[in-house]
Nanobody, 123 residues
Framework: QVQLVESGGGLVQAGGSLRLSCLASGRTFNRYVMGWFRQAPGKEREFVAAINWSGGSTYYADSVKGRFTISRDNAKNTAVLQMNSLKPEDTAVYYC????????????????WGQGTQVTVSS
C-alpha cells in the first residue's frame, strides 16, 4: 500500500480556483492509478477524476469535465487536481486514492486513501 496526504483545500468564492495536491509515500507511486473523490455532507462519496500511471490517460465525472484537471508528477510522487470555475455544489471533503487496477471511477477498486481535505465554495 501507499500512504497519501492531501493538501490545498480551503474556502473560495464561486468562480474561483483551488489546487489540491496529493503526496504519496514509497517508491512505487508510478505503478498506481490515482483518483480524486469527494463527499459532501449527507451524500455518498462520488468520483471526480482519475489518471493512469503515466499521466497519458485521464477520466472525469461529467459534473467536473471542462472545469477540473488532474495531473501527476511521478518524480515528485504527487497527484494534483486543479479546480477552476468552482461552484457551491463542489463543496465537499476531497480525497485522493490509489488503485492497482485500470482507470476507473469505482471507489471499491481504490485500496489506499488519504485523510481528505475540505473544499468550501461560497455563493
Amino acid at each position: 500500500q501507499v500512504q497519501l496526504v492531501e493538501s490545498g483545500g480551503g474556502l473560495v468564492q464561486a468562480g474561483g480556483s483551488l489546487r489540491l495536491s496529493c503526496l504519496a509515500s514509497g517508491r512505487t507511486f508510478n505503478r498506481y492509478v490515482m483518483g480524486w473523490f469527494r463527499q459532501a455532507p449527507g451524500k455518498e462519496r462520488e468520483f471526480v477524476a482519475a489518471i493512469n500511471w503515466s499521466g497519458g490517460s485521464t477520466y472525469y465525472a461529467d459534473s467536473v469535465k471542462g472545469r477540473f484537471t488532474i495531473s501527476r508528477d511521478n518524480a515528485k510522487n504527487t497527484a494534483v487536481l486543479q479546480m477552476n470555475s468552482l461552484k457551491p455544489e463542489d463543496t465537499a471533503v476531497y480525497y485522493c486514492a490509489a488503485s492497482d487496477y485500470g482507470l476507473s471511477g469505482r471507489a471499491s477498486l481504490y485500496k489506499s486513501w488519504g485523510q481528505g481535505t475540505q473544499v468550501t465554495v461560497s455563493s
